[in-house]
Each structure stands twice: as structure tokens, then as C-alpha cells.
């Protein structure tokens, strides 16, 4: 906590250089695949040592050619799940996505968002409505946080998620706007109960009709509003500008994709991550600020370094990426949700609290379970990772031992087998390691 | 896996030697055998699976298409030619002359298995057996070991053992393979003793056997006594006490598997169809007892014949006393009483506060027939993304006059209830409309269409256009009106035509592999990402995977399944034919 305390901003935010004090080493190509993508393959890794952390982290940012024909195939693929109540088959492909996706990033920063405009399908009940959901979060994961608030709050999921379907001007819906100021934006405790009385006055005349948003004109109350020291017949539009004004916001994103893309343990100092915040603050632009962030010499420095709990996705997909296979995600959703992590039934409005909230006695349990059924050759996952096939594939180009070529895969570290271990076991010794829980 | 094929096709030994009059295989099988598989005449198999037309249909299969590409097919093919050179025959003419006195196949208790094959030409066994030897003592050779092959005798007989653990031995044109040593022994003791009795002299079995056309090609039996006292079959078997929809559907069929102690089924093979004939010493059934709602009662009760109508896919008819059968609810599900008296006040709403055992299911007779079929979408309105088939329950009432108005009633009330539900979640609802067909009012509702986007297919919810006709005695509920219009035909021409019910069986059930098939290659795409997700699997691995799903059905022509009891044995049968064309 300390060295967060003291880190010099010029410093922290500086693009990374290899050097001979801090050279680029496998351990940091694999931090960063953690962090900006689900893991990472053999190949990807020494690709990444080849390349260095500049072409390396472009290539995370930039979406590669292929992708619009990947989402489009993809976004096909979603659309199979029709008009079921269920959402289950949608958390199916996105998982699958999430692995296959020619961007990581892209997926990692959607998954992001879907804990910060939590909406649960056990509210909404509509895989249409959800798929069109994570559709819009997408569009703007890397994109415009200003955009994406204003289209998050005409989402027919967000709002039948938040109870706010009707907003009339003879009662406003105060949950969507002490949501939109307290979750969405400011944060807790930057707005009296008066801004959101206020706020929700704008937000009236936005209604879901029939599965679709619209804004019915006479149930809008076009008087003033005092919002901020600010005084106008202010919209849903004119308020976000508002709340966007306030360095409030800025600040509370900025520190929520710190946690979520470097460290989750020690909370930074405001001298920390003023720059981020000031620059963030200009026009919100996420992929700029995630830019910053993955390419700073903090991110690739020891006070970064394991200081997030993998949350269950990561957990899961980190050993299917390393191993590179394809499993079930039918069967994998079902066991993250057991995880704690049920993709499209986040906890709460808040999302998932993450953390340490991850970890228990149970869950850990529970994540050695899956680690095992996942790895064995038969039962729900069929024996698609085939850890044997890998080693045969890159073992004799890695030159060294099996267990040993799975500890550089999966911790980039060294470790001491137990004599006589099969490389199932020493395989699983790895993945049920608190090193690999860690991302 | 050239070995592994020598070793499956057999494992011949000795010199021809004299001839031995050999007793029947199933004497030299334990009499504590739980299953028993006798072929007495596996050429009628082999002739049907070898056929030209088999062949051909074959060749449809995509994996088989592949199999010039699949290296182990080829090292498969390469052992196949490798036999056929070295048994100067065709692969044909060796199964047939290997296999043709007969293969009986048996499980006993402690895992042991045992597999008889008595050889049309004994020559030809032992001269596959030395190639098999030879094999194996060659491939330890060349990996440097030792040689793997043991025998030793063991009452006048020699055994072998390619690996220490299976055991085989050869006593004239009789082969004798077993997982393990000691039922080889148990084999060579029940030929070698006469106070040891085989599977032959056992009671169960002999009244097994006697159930068994003497026609029949094959025959399994199953110790029932001993196999429902496997954990999973047992709890199978309670199943029915749980879950009321399954207590209904397989009464009958339940009862008679608890209740039985042995099982017989016979195997028919004729032309292109494949007849398997069960039976079940379990005719103690009491007719007053909880489960009596499905036993016909009297010798011309039955099942009545089921409907048949164009794109029929599968139908279903019961003879099932509803009356009967919710009056026993108490004995039947005693722990799903709560369950049922908020089902039973519920459908007091919808029937009027009429008692639903007393005023509703009496009204029923006891016959329930239910038909699933292929749907006709309208190509002006479009195709739904998933394409649901149509499904229709078919009942008989006592008195049409004065029941009619109350189902038409209460299926109001249903789709009225419906609306109201997806309204409150801005959905859109069915509209009711009241159309003829052929001389018959019936009632129908269905989903507009003006606000879907004509561009994209339909919604799911556009397979459903719920009706409800009641033509003659006859109360039809339908998913669909198509299927309703067709109902209305079927049952129109069985008015007609005085139908008789199934002699005695309570259960009938048909399917219709062409029309399976076409269901299927309909729903292909949501069928292929739906694997996508469920296996793991990538899109070409997915769509072979059900490819070949569809290649099976479209090798079914139809299966026909009749359930009943009969010369006091509970009996069933069911028909496979086969399309090979």
C-alpha cells in the first residue's frame, strides 16, 4: 500500500521500456495476457517475448482486420438464442467469444462494463433484450464512456433491470437516476437526494413500450431543473453532460479500470492518478485511458504485479486458452455461475463485488473441482483439453521438463514437482496453485 | 489395430481334431447369468447387414464418405485384406462360416463375460487362430518382448490367454472367449460335470425361452430379480411414484418391470425390418389395484389405433382411465398432494368450480392418443427462426352434448389467461378466431403479424396458433390449427369406419422416420450452434456430428412399439423398418 502511496505519476504513467533492471521476461508477457486478454497460448506468449511489449500491447489494442467479420458471425450466432426467456444459451456464446475473439481486450473491457451497468436477466427475462444489451456495451467498450452512458440509458434491459419502464412526470423514477449518479457515474456520496430528485425530473417521458424504448413528450417535464449549481429545462442528455462536467466521474471510472486492469489490492494515491483522471476527463475515451494504463511502467512493475483475484471467467478461461482447446461453454457457464460468477445475473446493481469476495473456503473448493473436471479425460467437458497433445506440441521446442513447461505456460515460474507426479497431477497442482488464482 | 480386429473377429486354437457333438451354448453358460444374447441364427443378421442395399445406404454415411482420409480406416482395411488373402476367402464368406452355428453372449455376476461362437467350418477357425498367434508373438518379438501367448490345460481342454487377462479357448467348432480366466474355467467345469446346471436347466430361463417364438433369429434374456437391484434401475423404476406426467405415461410399463422376475426378446429379422417381441412374466397385475387405470379391463380393451395424418411425425395412444387415475392420486403420489390440490383448485378456475376428478375427467373415456407432426407455415407470413412441430391431444368424450361448451369454455379461459400474462410483460397477444373445416366449427387463436419485421424470420412464439375442435365425441387440442384441421379429418374418418381399440395392449406409439427427418434438416442451423456450445465443438465438427444425426433417421423408416398383456405375460414389441433405398 505503501508503494502506491509514494509512486512518482511521471514515473507510474510513463510508457514501459525493457531494461536491464526491468527486462521484458515471460513473467510480464503473461501478466499482460492476464490482465488485457484471458490468458495466453505457448505461441502467443513467445510471440509476445519476440515482439517486446510495444507491438505486443498494439496488437492487443488494435482490432485486428478480422474482427467486424468475427463479431458479425458472432452477433449471428446470438441471435440463435431468439426470443427466450433464458439467458443461458447467450452466456453460452459469449463465453465461447470470449475465447475465441481475435480481441481479448475488447471482451475483457465488455465483461468490465456488464459489472458496472449491472442488469440481471433474472429481472429482465429476455435473451433478446440482454443480447441487444451486451451488443450496445461492446460498441463502446473501447469507445466513448460518454456515448455509452447516454445509450446505456435508453437500453430496454437497463431500464426494465432497474424497474424504470416508466417515467411520468406525476411520480419521476428516482432508481434510474440515483443509479445512473451513484453507480454509473459520480459514485457514493457525491450527490444529495436533491440532484437526484432533480435528475430524475430529466429523465422523465422515457418509457419501454413493447420490448423498445420511447419517449413519449407529454410525460416529459420540460421545467427547470437545478442541477449542480446549473439551472435549465435540462434532458436525460443535458444531465449525463452535467454529471460527465463533474470530476467526480472521472475519478470513479478511472479508479474502477484501475482495479479491474492493475491492482485491486492497495486503493492509488490522488497524485496517482490525477494525470489519468485530467486526460480521461477531456472527452472520455476508454481506449486511451486503457492505452495509458496497460503500456505504463506501473502496470508492468512489481506493485501491479498478482494484485488482482482472477475472477471466475478469468479463472476458467485462463486454463482453456493455455491448453487450447474449445470445451463446452453450455456446461462452463453453469459451473461459473456455481462459481459465484452467472454471467447475466450480476448479484446486485452494483455487479459482482470481486476481490476478495471471490475467495472462500468453498468457492476455492469449488474452483479446484472445476480445474479437475475440466482436465480430466471424460465426464461434462469430454476430455477436450488435451494437456498431453500440448506438450507434444511445444514440450521439445521449450527443451525442458513437462511439469516445468506447464508452470512457464500457466505462472511464469519456476517450480519443483513432486517426484513421481503424473503431468495431470503436476498440471493440476498448477492450476489449483494461489499463483494461477491470481491474475 | 489389426490385432485388435483379428483378435475381435476370434480366437481359434487347435487342430480341427474329431469331431464333437457339442451341447447347446446356453448349458455351458452359469446359471447365475444376468444376461444372456443368443444369435441361433446369425446369418439372417449378417445377410440383412451385408446386403447390397445396406451397402448402399452405407455410402451415404458422411463419416464413411471420409474414411479414404482416416488412417486408421485404412490400417483397417489393410488387416481386411491381409485375413482375406491368408483365409483364401472373402471377409463375407468368413463371418458367415465363422460365425454361423451361433454367438451367445452372457453376463454374469463379478463382471464376468462370456462370448460363445460355434464356427460353420472348424478349419477355417483354427487356421485364423494360428494367424492370430502368430501375430501376437511377431509384434512381441519385434517390440522385444517376451512372448505374451500362455496356455495351459485345464480339464482335457486347452486354454489361452494373449495377455494374461482374457482366456479362450477352442472345443471343436465352438470358440469360447472370456474377460477373465475363472469364467473360462466356469465354462470348461459346466461341460466337464454333469452335476453342474447350466443357464439351459434354469427355470427362469426355460420360461424365458418357451415365451420366444421358435422363429426367432435371436434372443436376449434378463434376469429381472437380480438386475433391478441395480441402484440406478431401481431408482428408475420409483420414478413413477414421483412425478405424476410419468406415472401416467409408463403406468403399465412400470408395474410390469417391478413386478417381473425375467424378460424375454425375441429378435425377428425379415427383409428390411428388424422385430424385437419382449416379455415380461409379470401378469399379476391387479386390475383394482392404484395402477388399474391403465389395464384394459375386458378382452376387446385396448389402445385405440393411432391417427395418422399428413407430415405425422410420432403418435401416441393410451388407454388411460383419467377418472381413475386422478382418484388414486392419493396412492399413487403421496408426496405430491399439495402439488396436486393447487393444480386441481387451479383448474377448478378454468372448468367453472366443476370438480375435476368427479365433473371433468369423468367426462373423459379412457383413452388418450397424441400426435406430433410437421407444420405448414403460411409463405406470405414466414418461417419461424426454430421450427417447432405441431402437437395435438386427442380424448373421447362420454357426453359431447353437454361437455362441448365446458372444454371450449375453459380453453378460453386458458388463452384469455395467456394474454393477460404477456401483456403485463408487453408482449403481444393471441387473437381468437372461430373458422370451419370441413362442417366443423372449431376455435383457434393466433399471433398477428403486422409489426414483425418482414425481413428476418419469425419469432418462435409464430409456431404456436393454439385450437380447440370437438368434432363428433372427439375433444382436439391442438399447438396448431393446421394440425387441428387435420385431426378433425382423422378423426372424422375413424367415426366413420367404427374403429376397434388394440386387443389388451395399453400402450401404442408410432414414429415416422421420414418426417423425423425432415424436422430435423429443418432446425439443421439451430441444431449445429446448439452443438457448437453443448460439446465444444467447432462448426464443421458440428455440423458433421449432425449430419450424420440425420443420415441415421433417414435410415429409419418406421418404429412401431405395442404394449400389453397377453396369455398372461406382459408383452411388447416393437418394429424397426429400415429405408435403405
Redesign the interface.
Known amino acids: 500500500m505503501d508503494t502506491q502511496q509514494t509512486l512518482d505519476p511521471n514515473w507510474a504513467w510513463a510508457p514501459y521500456r525493457p531494461s536491464t533492471e526491468h527486462p521484458w521476461t515471460l513473467a510480464r508477457a503473461g501478466h499482460l495476457y492476464r490482465r488485457a486478454a484471458f490468458g495466453a497460448n505457448w505461441t502467443q506468449l513467445q510471440q509476445a517475448l519476440v515482439h517486446g511489449p510495444r507491438k505486443t500491447i498494439d496488437g492487443l489494442l488494435t482490432p485486428p482486420a478480422d474482427l467486424a467479420a468475427f463479431n458479425r458471425t458472432y452477433d449471428d ?1 446470438d ?2 438464442v ?3 426467456e433464458s439467458a443461458d ?1 447467450l452466456r ?2 459469449w463465453l ?1 467469444r470470449m475465447l475465441l475473439t481475435p480481441c481479448p481486450l475488447l471482451e475483457k473491457m465488455t465483461l468490465f462494463w456488464h459489472s458496472h451497468f449491472a442488469v440481471s436477466n433474472g429481472v429482465v ?1 429476455s435473451a433478446a433484450f440482454m443480447r441487444q444489451y451486451l451488443q450496445l456495451i461492446r460498441s463502446q467498450a473501447l469507445g466513448s464512456f460518454h456515448t455509452l452512458v447516454q445509450d446505456m440509458v435508453h437500453d430496454p434491459a437497463l431500464l426494465i433491470g432497474m424497474d424504470a ?1 416508466e417515467n411520468r412526470k406525476s411520480r419521476p423514477n428516482e432508481s434510474l437516476a440515483r443509479t445512473l449518479i451513484e453507480d454509473f457515474t459520480l459514485g457514493t456520496g457525491a450527490a444529495t437526494d436533491q440532484d437526484i430528485r432533480q435528475a430524475a425530473r430529466a429523465f422523465t417521458g422515457n418509457f ?4 423498445r424504448f420511447l419517449f413519449i413528450e407529454r410525460e416529459h417535464d420540460d421545467g427547470d431543473k437545478q442541477l449542480f449549481g446549473q439551472t435549465g429545462p435540462f434532458t436525460d442528455k443535458d444531465v449525463i453532460s452535467i454529471l460527465l462536467e463533474q470530476p467526480a466521474t472521472a475519478e470513479h471510472i478511472v479508479h474502477k479500470v484501475y482495479a479491474w486492469l492493475l491492482n485491486e489490492a492497495s486503493p492509488p494515491s490522488d497524485s496517482l492518478m490525477a494525470p489519468l483522471t485530467r486526460s480521461f476527463a477531456r472527452d472520455y475515451n476508454m481506449s486511451r485511458l486503457v492505452e495509458t494504463m496497460l503500456r505504463s511502467n506501473l502496470f508492468f512493475s512489481e506493485a501491479c504485479y498478482r494484485q488482482r483475484i482472477k475472477c471466475p471467467v478469468e479463472y476458467a478461461l485462463g486454463m482453456v486458452q493455455g491448453l487450447e ?7 462452463l457457464a453453469t459451473d461459473l455461475a456455481a462459481l459465484g460468477q452467472n454471467l447475466f445475473h450480476p448479484p446486485t446493481l452494483r455487479g459482482w463485488p470481486g476481490k476478495e469476495a471471490w475467495i472462500n473456503q468453498a468457492t476455492l473448493i469449488q474452483r479446484a473441482n472445476l480445474a479437475h473436471a475440466l482436465l480430466q479425460g471424460s465426464g461434462p ?2 476430455g ?1 483439453l488435451d494437456a498431453r497433445a500440448i506438450l507434444e506440441k511445444y514440450a521439445h521446442t521449450a527443451n525442458q521438463p513437462d511439469a516445468q513447461f506447464f508452470a512457464d505456460l500457466f505462472l511464469q515460474q519456476a517450480m519443483t514437482p513432486a517426484s513421481g507426479e503424473s503431468i495431470e497431477q503436476s498440471l493440476y497442482d498448477i492450476v489449483t496453485s494461489p499463483e494461477f488464482n491470481l491474475a | 489395430m489389426v490385432r485388435q480386429f483379428l483378435c475381435l473377429c476370434v480366437v481359434l486354437c487347435q487342430t480341427a481334431g474329431a469331431v464333437e457333438s457339442l451341447a447347446p451354448q446356453t448349458q455351458w453358460i452359469p446359471d447365475n447369468a444376468v444376461l444372456c444374447v443368443e444369435l441361433s441364427n446369425p446369418k439372417a443378421l449378417i445377410d440383412m447387414l451385408t446386403s447390397d442395399t445396406a451397402f448402399g445406404a452405407l455410402q451415404k454415411v458422411p463419416l464413411y464418405q471420409t474414411r479414404n482420409t482416416n488412417p486408421k480406416f485404412k490400417e483397417f482395411l489393410t488387416g481386411v485384406k491381409f485375413l482375406e488373402a491368408a483365409l483364401e476367402t472373402s471377409w463375407k464368406t468368413a463371418i458367415r462360416k465363422l460365425t454361423g452355428g451361433g454367438i451367445t453372449l452372457a453376463v454374469c455376476p463379478d463382471d464376468l463375460v462370456i462370448l460363445m461362437v460355434d464356427a460353420e467350418d472348424a478349419d477355417l477357425l483354427t487356421r485364423l487362430h494360428n494367424i492370430v498367434l502368430t501375430m501376437v508373438r511377431t509384434e512381441a518379438d519385434n517390440q522385444g518382448h517376451s512372448d505374451r501367448v500362455a496356455s495351459a490345460e485345464y480339464l482335457g481342454v486347452t486354454g489361452w490367454s494373449f495377455d494374461g487377462k482374457e482366456a479362450h479357448a477352442i472345443i471343436g467348432h465352438r470358440l469360447i472367449f472370456a474377460n477373465k480366466p475363472e469364467a473360462l474355467k466356469t465354462v470348461l467345469e459346466l461341460r466337464a460335470r454333469a452335476d453342474k446346471v447350466g443357464l439351459a436347466s434354469q427355470v427362469r430361463y426355460r420360461a424365458a425361452r418357451e415365451a420366444t417364438a421358435p422363429d426367432a433369429a435371436g434372443q436376449v434374456y434378463a434376469d429381472l430379480a437380480t438386475l433391478k437391484q441395480i441402484p440406478d434401475l431401481a431408482a428408475a423404476l420409483e420414478q413413477g411414484r414421483a412425478n405424476p406426467l410419468a406415472g401416467l405415461l409408463f403406468a403399465g410399463i412400470i408395474e410390469s418391470i417391478r413386478d417381473a422376475t425375467w424378460m424375454s426378446v425375441g429378435l425377428h429379422v425379415q427383409h428390411d425390418t428388424l422385430a424385437f417381441r419382449a416379455h415380461l412374466d409379470s401378469a399379476n397385475l391387479d386390475p383394482k389395484g392404484p395402477a388399474g387405470f391403465a389395464l384394459p379391463g375386458k378382452p376387446n380393451e385396448g389402445a385405440l389405433p393411432n391417427l395418422s395424418v399428413p407430415g405425422g411425425i410420432a403418435s401416441l395412444s393410451f388407454y388411460r382411465d383419467l377418472f381413475r387415475f386422478y382418484g388414486a392420486k392419493d396412492d399413487l403420489f403421496p408426496e405430491r398432494t399439495s402439488g396436486l390440490i393447487f393444480f386441481e383448485n387451479m383448474m377448478g378456475i378454468f372448468f367453472s368450480g366443476r370438480d375435476l376428478t368427479d365433473e371433468v375427467l369423468a367426462e373423459t373415456l379412457p383413452e388418450i392418443r397424441f400426435v406430433v407432426a410437421q407444420q405448414q407455415y403460411d409463405p406470405a407470413l414466414g418461417t419461424p427462426q426454430v421450427q417447432i412441430p405441431a402437437f395435438g391431444l386427442i380424448l373421447r368424450l362420454r357426453d359431447e352434448q353437454t361437455f362441448d361448451i365446458v372444454a371450449e369454455e375453459a380453453w378460453q379461459k386458458a388463452v384469455g389467461l395467456v394474454n393477460f400474462t404477456r401483456g403485463q410483460q408487453g408482449m403481444p397477444g393471441l387473437i381468437i378466431d372461430r373458422p370451419v373445416h370441413n362442417d366443423t366449427k372449431f376455435t383457434m387463436a393466433y399471433f398477428s403479424t403486422a409489426t414483425v419485421d418482414k425481413d428476418t424470420n419469425l419469432p418462435t412464439r409464430f409456431n404456436i396458433r393454439p385450437a380447440i375442435a370437438l368434432p363428433h365425441n372427439y375433444l382436439i387440442l391442438s399447438s396448431t390449427d393446421g394440425l387441428a384441421r387435420d385431426l378433425i379429418d382423422a378423426v372424422t374418418r375413424e367415426a366413420q369406419q367404427a374403429v376397434q381399440p388394440a386387443n389388451q395392449d395399453h400402450t401404442l406409439a408410432e414414429l415416422n422416420g421420414q418426417a423425423l427427418t425432415a424436422i430435423l434438416r429443418a432446425n439443421v442451423r439451430a441444431m449445429v450452434t446448439q452443438n457448437m456450445v453443448e460439446k465444444g465443438n467447432t462448426e464443421e465438427e458440428a455440423k458433421n456430428s449432425i449430419d450424420l444425426l440425420i443420415t441415421l433417421a433417414q435410415f429409419v423408416d418406421s418404429v412401431k412399439l405395442s404394449i400389453g398383456t397377453h396369455q398372461s405375460l406382459t408383452r411388447a414389441e416393437l418394429a424397426l423398418k429400415f429405408n435403405l433405398d
Open positions: 450466432y441471435r440463435s431468439g426470443s427466450s444459451e453460452a456464446w465461447r427475462k419502464i419501454v413500450r413493447r420490448g482447446g474449445m470445451v463446452s461453454t453450455t456446461q467437458y469430454q477436450k
